[in-house]
Structure formats: structure tokens, C-alpha cells
């Protein structure tokens, strides 16, 4: 899993030990530990912007229309996911920041959760299936196109409450290319997390996540 090393913990003990230094200084010595203060500051935020590409490494999306529009349309997509109780069909993209490739894919769903080690705020936990679960995972492409090509995309559980997908031969995906996917979630009961996808880049694993919620079966009012 991709952390960040820079978390709030490391900004408490920071702040916490810079008024015990400026109180053993003398006033000349100010200036210099301002300097640094700043000089440290903009490595801190170059830092983050370094690590925002590595925290998400693929573009995530959901298409508020079918993956066939017309031409001159444009598709809407969103950041969240909302879904309802019972059986649900997701239409989703990914795209890679980096170009790679891919071999075997995952889509799952999973807690956050605060993590209590020092390099990491959050920790991610697969969901309990009887409560929310993929059902099923395809690459639309594939689905369709795939045999012509004499190329496979086979979807199987993982047994955690996901799908494992495995390209055959291994998947090509150029920086900026979208990969569309059909996911099948099943929900029972109202919830909220995260919608995960695991894949390949710069020939490690990497994830991207989407916040999902379950909604409140609408009851219809009886005249």
C-alpha cells in the first residue's frame, strides 16, 4: 500500500519541538531559524506535490452515461459513488498518470480506518461481504472485442469481498488512455467507504480510491 511519510503526527512532534528551540536561542539567532522554517516549508510542499502522483497514480471515474454517446456529447462523469441497496451496474474508467502495464487487476471494497503507526493516518481494510460485495468485474472492451483480438480479460472472486481480473496476454496502457470497466456490487444494507482498484505502475502495485456510499431504500408513499 503507497503511505505518505509526512503525516499529522510528524507536524505535532514538529510543532511541538520548534517553541522549546526558539525559547534556548538568542534574538540574533532568529532570522537563521526563520530562514530554515521557510527553507523547509517549501521542500515540505514539493514534497507533497512529489508524493499527491504516487498517493494516486490512476485517474478514477464514474460515467453518469453509457459508455456508448453520441459524438459530439459530453460525458458526464463523477468522483463519488452512489448506490443503492440491492444489485447495482458501475460503469467506471481508469487511467493511468504513467504509462505501464498490466497483468492481473483488482476491484474491491474496503474501510478506512486511522491508523496508529507513525508513517501512515489511514489504513485500509476489506469490508465485510455480507454487507457490501463486487459480484462481478469486466473489461468492456474485452467483453466485446477481446476474442477478435485473441486477447482474454478473466474475472474471478478473490475471496474477500472482491474481483481479481487477469489480461492475457498482459494489458499495454499508454499515459492518459482510459480503460473502461463494467463492476457489479452487490449491497444489503446502507454503508459507506471506499471503491478500490488495484493495479501496476513503474513495476510496482498501486491503488486508487473512490468514495462510495450506500443510500437508504426509498420507501414510495401509499396514496
Do not use: C
Amino acid at each position: 500500500m503507497i503511505r505518505n511519510n509526512l503525516t499529522i503526527y510528524h507536524w505535532i512532534v514538529f510543532w511541538g519541538v520548534l517553541p522549546i528551540v526558539f525559547a534556548t536561542l538568542d534574538a540574533g539567532d532568529y532570522a537563521a531559524i526563520i530562514s530554515a522554517v521557510v527553507l523547509v516549508g517549501g521542500l515540505v510542499v514539493a514534497w507533497f506535490k512529489f508524493r499527491s502522483g504516487r498517493s494516486h497514480p490512476f485517474i478514477m471515474r464514474i460515467s453518469l452515461d453509457p459508455y456508448h454517446i453520441k459524438p459530439r456529447q459530453t460525458r458526464r462523469v463523477a468522483k463519488r459513488l452512489d448506490l443503492d441497496v440491492g444489485d447495482n451496474k458501475i460503469l467506471i474508467y481508469i487511467s493511468p498518470r504513467k504509462g505501464t502495464s498490466w497483468g492481473r487487476v483488482n476491484m474491491r471494497l474496503v474501510n478506512r480506518k486511522l491508523s496508529l503507526r507513525f508513517n501512515r493516518l489511514w489504513k485500509y481494510e476489506d469490508t465485510d461481504q455480507n454487507i457490501i460485495e463486487v459480484t462481478d468485474f469486466k473489461d468492456v472492451i474485452y467483453e466485446t472485442q477481446g476474442e477478435i483480438w485473441g486477447r482474454y480479460f478473466e474475472s474471478d472472486p478473490d475471496g474477500v469481498g472482491g474481483y481479481d481480473g487477469v489480461y492475457n496476454p498482459e494489458l499495454l496502457v499508454k499515459e492518459g488512455e482510459l480503460v473502461w470497466f463494467d463492476v457489479y456490487i452487490r449491497a444489503n444494507d446502507v454503508w459507506q467507504g471506499y471503491l478500490s482498484f488495484e493495479g501496476a505502475l513503474e513495476n510496482r502495485r498501486a491503488w486508487s480510491r473512490i468514495k462510495t456510499k450506500v443510500n437508504r431504500p426509498r420507501h414510495s408513499s401509499t396514496p
